[in-house]
C-alpha cells in the first residue's frame, strides 16, 4: 500500500508512538505461531502476557488504579494495530473492557479490591457471562437467576459462549434477580455480579469448551447453587442491564478497530501477491478484475476507519455514541469481510494453503458480523433509535 494515503492521526505523536511498540511487539508473533495456536485450538498466553507485561490491556484503567490512564481511541490504536499486524486480539481485548462496568458502576471497595489486579494482570477479568442458549439476542429474557440468601446470592443456570471463561479468574455476570413477570419494564430485574471463577469452579461451576471454526476459547458455562458473596453485587440489584449497555459501546467500537486492523492486513497481503503473482506473463493485479475489488475494499475500510474513530472520540469526551458505536462495528466488519474475500480471491488457490495466513484470518474475522452483535440487530437499532422507525420485535 506504498501509495496509498496515510490514515488520518486522531491523538497525535502519542498514539503514533503506541502503534510503533505494539507493531514492534507483534513482530514476536508470525504467521507460524498463529497457525500453531490455530491447529491445536490453544491459548496464546506468551502473546497475551507480552501485552499485558507491556502494560496495553491495562491502558483503559485510570492511573490511580495502576494502568494507564488511556482513553478509548489509544485502545482502539492498540487493537487495530495487533490485527494489522497479523495478530489476534479476542485471546484479550476483553481484558481492555469488561473492567468498564466495574469501573463506572462499582463501589469504591469493589474498584480498590480489583482494579489494580486487572491493571497489572495478576488478576484476569475477560470473561463476560451474558448471552444464554435459549435467549439469544433477547437479553431480558436470560433465565440464570441469582437468589439472595443471607449474605450472598445462589446462582443457578446456563451461559454460553462466554469467551476464555478458562483463561480469566473473574467473570461479569448477568443474571435475574427479580421475576421478568413482575418487572415494569422486560429489563428491569437483571443484575450484574463480580463472580470469582477460582472460587466457584468445583463449587458448582462447571465449563465446558465450545470448538468453533476459528480458535477463539469460548465455552459454555453452568451454574448449580453457585454462591457470590452479597458484596460482589454490582451497583444496584435490578439495574444490571442498564450497567451492560454503557460498557457495550466500548466494546463494539474497540471490536470495529480490530476488523479495521484486519481489513489493513488483508488488503497489504492482497496487494503484495497482486504485484508478485505472475500468469499470462503479467502480475496478476494488472488486470482491473483482480485490482478492483482490493480497491473497493480499501474505500470500504477507509470509511469504516473513519466512523471507528469518530466512535471513539465521541466516547473519550462523554458524548452520547450508541449510533456511532453499532455503526462502526457493522461497518469495519463488512469492509475486513470484503478485504477478506478480495485477499482470498486473489490468492487463487494459495489463498486456502495454511501457510499463507489468510484461511485462517478469514475465519476469524467473519465472526464480527455476529459477535458481540449481529448485524441485523444494528440496523433495527438505528432504524428505531435513529430512524425513528416502529420498533420491529
Ligand atoms: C465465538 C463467539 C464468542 C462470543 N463471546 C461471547 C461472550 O464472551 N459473552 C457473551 O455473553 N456472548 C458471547 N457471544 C454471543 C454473541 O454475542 C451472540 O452469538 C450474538 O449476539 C448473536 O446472538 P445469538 O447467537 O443468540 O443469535 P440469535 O439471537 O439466535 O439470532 C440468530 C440470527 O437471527 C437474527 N435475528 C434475531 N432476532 C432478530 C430480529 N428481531 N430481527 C432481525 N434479525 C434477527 C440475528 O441477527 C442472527 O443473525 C459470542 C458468540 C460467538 C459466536
Given at each position: 500500500?506504498?501509495?496509498a494515503?496515510?490514515s488520518?492521526?486522531?491523538?497525535?505523536?502519542?498514539?503514533?508512538?503506541i502503534?510503533?511498540?505494539?507493531?514492534?511487539?507483534?513482530?514476536?508473533?508470525p504467521?507460524?505461531?498463529?497457525?500453531?495456536?490455530?491447529?491445536?485450538?490453544?491459548?496464546?498466553?506468551?502473546f497475551?502476557?507480552?501485552?499485558?507485561?507491556?502494560g496495553?490491556?491495562?491502558?483503559?484503567?485510570?492511573?490511580?488504579?495502576?494502568?494507564?490512564?488511556?482513553?478509548?481511541?489509544?485502545?482502539?490504536?492498540i487493537?487495530?494495530?495487533?490485527h494489522?499486524?497479523?495478530?489476534?486480539?479476542?485471546?484479550?481485548?476483553?481484558?481492555?473492557?469488561?473492567?468498564?462496568?466495574?469501573?463506572?458502576?462499582?463501589?469504591?471497595?469493589?474498584?480498590?479490591?480489583?482494579?489494580?489486579?486487572?491493571?497489572?494482570?495478576?488478576?484476569?477479568?475477560q470473561?463476560?457471562?451474558?448471552?444464554?442458549?435459549?435467549?439469544?439476542?433477547?437479553?431480558?429474557?436470560?433465565?440464570?437467576?441469582?437468589k439472595r440468601?443471607g449474605?450472598?446470592?445462589?446462582?443457578?443456570?446456563?451461559?454460553?459462549?462466554?469467551?476464555?471463561?478458562?483463561?480469566?479468574?473473574?467473570?461479569v455476570?448477568?443474571?435475574?434477580?427479580?421475576?421478568?413477570?413482575r418487572?415494569?419494564?422486560?429489563?428491569?430485574?437483571?443484575?450484574?455480579?463480580?463472580?470469582?471463577?477460582?472460587?466457584?469452579?468445583?463449587?458448582?461451576?462447571?465449563?465446558?469448551?465450545?470448538?468453533?471454526?476459528?480458535?477463539?476459547?469460548?465455552?459454555?458455562?453452568?451454574?448449580d447453587?453457585?454462591?457470590i458473596?452479597?458484596?460482589?453485587?454490582?451497583?444496584?440489584?435490578?439495574?444490571?442491564f442498564?450497567?451492560?449497555?454503557?460498557?457495550?459501546?466500548?466494546?463494539?467500537?474497540?471490536?470495529?478497530?480490530?476488523?479495521?486492523?484486519?481489513?489493513?492486513?488483508?488488503?497489504?497481503k492482497?496487494?503484495?501477491?497482486a504485484?508478485s503473482?505472475?500468469?499470462f506473463?503479467?502480475?496478476?493485479?494488472?488486470?482491473?478484475?483482480?485490482?478492483f475489488p482490493?480497491a473497493?475494499a480499501?474505500?470500504?475500510?477507509r470509511?469504516?476507519e473513519?466512523?471507528?474513530?469518530?466512535?471513539?472520540l465521541l466516547?473519550?469526551?462523554?458524548?452520547?455514541?450508541?449510533?456511532?458505536?453499532n455503526?462502526?462495528?457493522?461497518?469495519?466488519?463488512?469492509?475486513?469481510?470484503?478485504?477478506a474475500?478480495?485477499?482470498?480471491?486473489t490468492?487463487?488457490?494459495f489463498?486456502?494453503a495454511?501457510?499463507?495466513?489468510v484461511?485462517?484470518?478469514?475465519?476469524?474475522?467473519?465472526?464480527?458480523?455476529?459477535?458481540?452483535i449481529?448485524?441485523?440487530?444494528?440496523?433495527?437499532?438505528?432504524?428505531?433509535?435513529?430512524?425513528?422507525?416502529?420498533?420491529?420485535?
Amino acid at each position: 500500500m506504498e501509495n496509498a494515503r496515510s490514515s488520518p492521526s486522531t491523538a497525535g505523536a502519542d498514539i503514533a508512538a503506541i502503534r510503533q511498540s505494539v507493531a514492534a511487539l507483534c513482530a514476536r508473533f508470525p504467521g507460524e505461531y498463529w497457525r500453531k495456536l490455530d491447529r491445536e485450538r490453544a491459548y496464546p498466553t506468551e502473546f497475551v502476557r507480552a501485552l499485558t507485561e507491556a502494560g496495553f490491556l491495562g491502558c483503559l484503567i485510570p492511573e490511580a488504579y495502576g494502568g494507564s490512564g488511556l482513553g478509548l481511541s489509544a485502545a482502539a490504536a492498540i487493537l487495530e494495530e495487533v490485527h494489522k499486524s497479523g495478530c489476534n486480539g479476542a485471546a484479550c481485548h476483553a481484558q481492555m473492557y469488561i473492567m468498564g462496568t466495574l469501573l463506572r458502576h462499582g463501589s469504591p471497595a469493589q474498584k480498590a479490591q480489583y482494579l489494580p489486579g486487572i491493571a497489572s494482570g495478576e488478576l484476569r477479568l475477560q470473561a463476560f457471562g451474558v448471552t444464554e442458549p435459549s435467549a439469544g439476542t433477547d437479553t431480558t429474557s436470560i433465565r440464570t437467576t441469582a437468589k439472595r440468601q443471607g449474605d450472598r446470592y445462589l446462582v443457578n443456570g446456563q451461559k454460553v459462549w462466554t469467551s476464555r471463561a478458562e483463561h480469566s479468574d473473574l467473570m461479569v455476570l448477568l443474571a435475574r434477580t427479580a421475576p421478568r413477570e413482575r418487572a415494569k419494564k422486560r429489563s428491569d430485574g437483571l443484575s450484574l455480579f463480580i463472580l470469582d471463577m477460582r472460587e466457584a469452579k468445583g463449587r458448582g461451576l462447571t465449563i465446558r469448551p465450545i470448538r468453533t471454526m476459528m480458535n477463539h476459547s469460548t465455552t459454555e458455562v453452568f451454574f448449580d447453587n453457585v454462591a457470590i458473596p452479597a458484596e460482589n453485587l454490582v451497583g444496584e440489584e435490578g439495574e444490571g442491564f442498564r450497567y451492560i449497555l454503557s460498557g457495550m459501546n466500548a466494546e463494539r467500537i474497540l471490536i470495529g478497530a480490530e476488523c479495521v486492523g484486519d481489513a489493513k492486513w488483508f488488503i497489504a497481503k492482497a496487494v503484495e501477491y497482486a504485484r508478485s503473482r505472475i500468469v499470462f506473463d503479467r502480475p496478476i493485479g494488472q488486470n482491473q478484475g483482480v485490482q478492483f475489488p482490493i480497491a473497493k475494499a480499501y474505500a470500504q475500510m477507509r470509511a469504516a476507519e473513519l466512523m471507528v474513530r469518530q466512535a471513539a472520540l465521541l466516547f473519550d469526551s462523554g458524548a452520547e455514541c450508541g449510533a456511532e458505536a453499532n455503526m462502526a462495528k457493522m461497518l469495519a466488519a463488512e469492509a475486513s469481510w470484503a478485504a477478506a474475500e478480495a485477499c482470498l480471491q486473489t490468492h487463487g488457490g494459495f489463498g486456502f494453503a495454511e501457510e499463507y495466513d489468510v484461511e485462517r484470518k478469514f475465519r476469524e474475522t467473519r465472526l464480527y458480523q455476529v459477535a458481540p452483535i449481529s448485524t441485523n440487530l444494528i440496523l433495527s437499532h438505528l432504524a428505531e433509535h435513529v430512524l425513528g422507525l416502529p420498533r420491529s420485535y
